[in-house]
């Protein structure tokens, strides 16, 4: 090859040329560009190493004799064009000679690259509604893609400069703050240098229409570009999804606030990701837990303020895992009640429930955790439960009684069959005995007497029977009248007397010295109450033992009102501490021979109390067994003045008139009829007989007014009961016939039928078995109604009750 076309090719500065041969791998010639790309080349060495620097490490081609290839090459620094031809070097050597040049796109292939860079562009605008490339390092950029509807910025420029007029034109005023911090040039190198690679924000962007548009600015760093730091910033009009979204989180928030009203807590889980977030809660119910954080960790303080009686199944039920598995196996809703304590530091019910949630965003497990205050459900179900268990209750009460009550008539039955069949048997057996020793005085009269005793006995018992039915059917009722307290207790004392002397035992009697002793209440039942303690104070003490009564006013106050205290104490047998509590119900008797052994029916004590309980007084037992016992009676009775009723002082010279007296006796039954007409008999009086009210009517009728002086009426009668003829003879208009004294005489012992008697217009009542006692104190009524009425004076005279 000539100097010249070597220096010529050498001068080429960009084609490298050079010559290999064909069948060998020889390196025939090289040109200057060939060796400043490979500095290995030397003449004759392998042409492979020329090769790789040619076609890189690109094969060599089979081809290689001929052809044309274009190729990017590193040592080139661009695309290069690679044509080999064949020569024959030195006229005798078949070689090859190889041509790289930079390659130059001809017209089609520029057309292309045109098109793509139009492609792109447009891209750019549908993708991004701005972009711009800034060498933040040089505080340089270059606006590619201007935002199409409006914008400001030069094509390129001083970036800092500019992109605070950018931020400042474009930017809603309220977030160029947050501008600032992301996107000032300050700002992203710092971040870039940090080692982040993208910097997001949305923010409020004016667009050309002048409205405020939500975008969101990116700005990406643009890597191993160069040691300056390049960055390519665009934003995404992003204003219709994030319109969509407010709309969402309206929606989810609007629901939120309808749950809220049912629910105190919303609690929004991601069991996967092991996440809460408390959507809604009453602030005053909990302060164990942030708003959001680690599930876990609000699992276990929840657990804590869950009461321990619920911890366990708190815990194996909304623990995550076992959560997820119950998920896992289907489950939607995972449920329970339970008590928790309260910021009040009081239990409170809640009501918890874990919602199963699908999310179209994600795979996660979701739940909704939502637990609603129920204290005010468990107060109604549990008022609705204590009713239920009160009324089952009842019932029980109810059936327990009347079980008690059956049980109770059956003892009674068995009790009052015993307890009238002694006396019957000793009334029958003494009344046999007597028919034998009809012509033996000294026996008939020991027989009699044990007679009268047994009888005495079951009318006592009659009595308690009655009073007890009386008080059980609440028809016991009290009568007032003017009494004195002092008189009444030794009538007490006198008529326990003959059983005190039986038994020798000793009486002391204490009244208190300034006692105001007239007084209002119900005198007859006050004696009944005193009488039966004071009885069985003889009763259970042994001969010769000591019985006292007493009696005291405890306040002597200027009240019309006087407390009186009675003391009824003896040294007796004594109550065992056990039965003390039992002495007052009905037909209980202490489990001791020598009360056995004594007459009783144990209905007494409860008699007592309740008439001292309906006079609205008290009473008290102490006793020490051996020793004796003390009953201690409180009782309130309005005091009164004045003197009392001569009649008790004048007793016994108005006897000696009854013989001037006339009575009519209506009896129909003939037994009756003769024990009555005898008794008055002997008391004095003259007796006319009537069979029925009927006759006992015309009986009146036909004498003259003040023919009797009293009528004795029997209440169940044929022909005419005693109510029908009381009222026929009150009104049957008879002269002066009101002031005819007019006595029930009857078996009807019950309050209601001495009511019915005094309707009927009859002025007293006598109980059947009546006694010679009762005939007197009647006929000693009877002379003062015949003085009063005969002689017209002013003689004082004050009803009083003729029941016994
Ligand atoms: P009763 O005397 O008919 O048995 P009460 O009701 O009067 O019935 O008395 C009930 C029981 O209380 C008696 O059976 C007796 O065991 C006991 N009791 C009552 N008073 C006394 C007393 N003063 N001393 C010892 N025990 C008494």
Not at 528 to 543: D, F, G, I, M, R
Not at 655 to 670: S, Y
């Amino acid at each position: 090859m000539g100097n010249r076309l070597t220096a010529i090719l050498d001068s080429l500065p960009e084609t490298g040329i050079f010559v290999m041969e064909k069948k060998g791998t020889n390196l025939l010639y090289y040109n200057r560009r060939i060796k400043e790309v490979c500095q290995e080349t030397e003449a004759g060495i392998d042409c492979g190493v020329v090769w790789k620097a040619v076609y890189g490490d690109s094969l060599f081609p089979d081809d290689a004799e001929t052809g044309h290839k274009i190729c990017y090459n590193t040592k080139f620094g661009r695309s290069t064009d690679v044509i080999a031809h064949e020569i024959m070097w030195d006229a005798d050597t078949p070689a090859v000679a190889v041509v790289v040049i930079p390659h130059k796109s001809d017209y089609e292939e520029r057309q292309g690259h045109e098109q793509i860079e139009k492609l792109y562009m447009s891209s750019l605008v549908t993708v991004f509604d701005e972009c711009i490339i800034a060498n933040l390092t040089a505080d340089f950029y270059v606006n590619c893609q201007r935002d199409i509807m409006w914008t400001d910025i030069p094509e390129l420029g001083e970036f800092d400069r500019e992109n605070k007029k950018y931020s400042g034109l474009t930017v809603h005023p309220d977030d160029i703050e947050i501008f600032n911090a992301s996107f000032s040039r300050d700002a992203m190198i710092r971040i870039f240098g940090e080692g982040k690679n993208r910097i997001c924000k949305r923010l409020r962007r004016m667009m050309g229409d002048g409205v405020y548009h939500m975008v969101e600015f990116t700005a990406a760093r643009i890597e191993q570009f160069s040691d300056e730091c390049w960055c390519v910033l665009v934003y995404q009009d992003i204003q219709d999804e994030y319109m969509l979204e407010q709309k969402r989180n309206v929606e989810i928030s609007q629901l939120a606030t309808a749950a809220e009203v049912a629910y105190q807590m919303l609690i929004s889980v991601n069991l996967t990701r092991n996440m809460y977030n408390i959507m809604g809660y009453e602030k005053s119910d909990i302060t164990y837990a942030p708003d959001t954080g680690n599930f876990d960790q609000l699992v276990e303080s929840g657990a804590a303020a869950v009461d321990s009686v619920f911890r366990e199944e708190f815990l194996r039920k909304y623990s995550r895992k076992p959560l997820l598995e119950a998920f896992d196996k289907g489950v939607r809703n995972v449920s329970m009640e339970l008590r928790r304590m309260g910021d009040d530091g009081q239990f409170h019910w809640i009501f918890i429930q874990a919602v199963r949630v699908d999310s179209p965003y994600t795979e996660d497990v979701m739940e909704i955790t939502m637990i609603k205050n129920i204290d005010e459900e468990r107060r109604i179900q549990e008022e609705y439960l204590e009713k239920e268990r009160k009324a089952k209750l009842i019932l029980e009460e109810a059936l327990e009684k009347a079980e008690a009550a059956n049980r109770a008539k059956g003892d009674f039955l068995s009790k009052m069959s015993h307890d009238i069949r002694t006396p019957m048997n000793a009334i029958m057996g003494m009344t046999c005995l007597a028919q034998h020793h009809l012509n033996d005085p000294d026996k008939l009269s020991e027989y009699l007497e044990k007679i009268e005793i047994s009888s005495a006995h079951l009318l006592g018992l009659i009595n308690e029977v009655l009073d007890m039915s009386k008080i059980e059917n609440g028809k016991m009722e009290l009568t007032e009248f003017k009494f004195d307290l002092c008189q009444l207790l030794q009538d007490v004392v006198l008529m326990v007397q003959p059983d005190i002397q039986k038994r020798r035992q000793k009486i002391s009697v204490e009244i208190a010295k300034e006692i105001h002793s007239q007084v209002l209440g119900d005198g007859q039942r006050l004696r009944q109450v005193l009488v039966n303690v004071l009885e069985n104070a003889s009763k259970y003490t042994q001969p010769e033992g000591r019985i006292s009564i007493s009696l005291a006013e405890l306040e002597e106050a200027e009240s019309n009102m006087g407390t009186y205290r009675f003391v009824i104490e003896d040294t007796g047998i004594g109550i065992k501490k056990e039965f003390l509590n039992h002495i007052f119900e009905p037909f209980s008797r202490a489990d001791d021979s020598r009360i056995s052994k004594t007459a009783g029916t144990g209905l007494g004590l409860t008699i007592v109390r309740n008439v001292v309980h309906m006079m609205g007084g008290e009473i008290q037992v102490e006793s020490e067994y051996g020793k004796g016992s003390r009953f201690t009676i409180t009782l309130l009775f309005e005091k009164k003045n004045g003197g009392l009723p001569a009649e008790k002082k004048e007793g016994q010279e108005l006897t000696d008139q009854f013989c001037d007296l006339k009575i009519l006796l209506v009896e129909d039954n003939e037994l009756n009829q003769q024990i009555a007409k005898e008794m008055l008999t002997i008391l004095g009086p003259e007796v006319e007989v009537a069979e029925n009210g009927q006759e006992a009517l015309e009986m009146i009728l036909r004498n003259p007014p003040f023919y009797y002086d009293l009528i004795y009426m029997d209440i169940q009668m044929p022909v005419m009961d005693g109510f029908e003829a009381a009222e026929r003879i009150r009104n049957s208009g008879k002269e002066r016939i009101k002031e005819l004294p007019i006595i029930a005489m009857t078996a009807n012992a019950f309050a209601e039928d001495v009511k019915k008697t005094k309707i009927s217009g009859m002025n007293g009542h006598l109980s059947k078995p009546i006694d010679m006692d009762q005939l007197r104190k009647s006929l000693v009524q009877c002379v003062y109604w015949k003085r009063k009425n005969l002689k017209e004076d002013n003689f004082y005279y004050e009803e009083e009750s003729l029941e016994n």
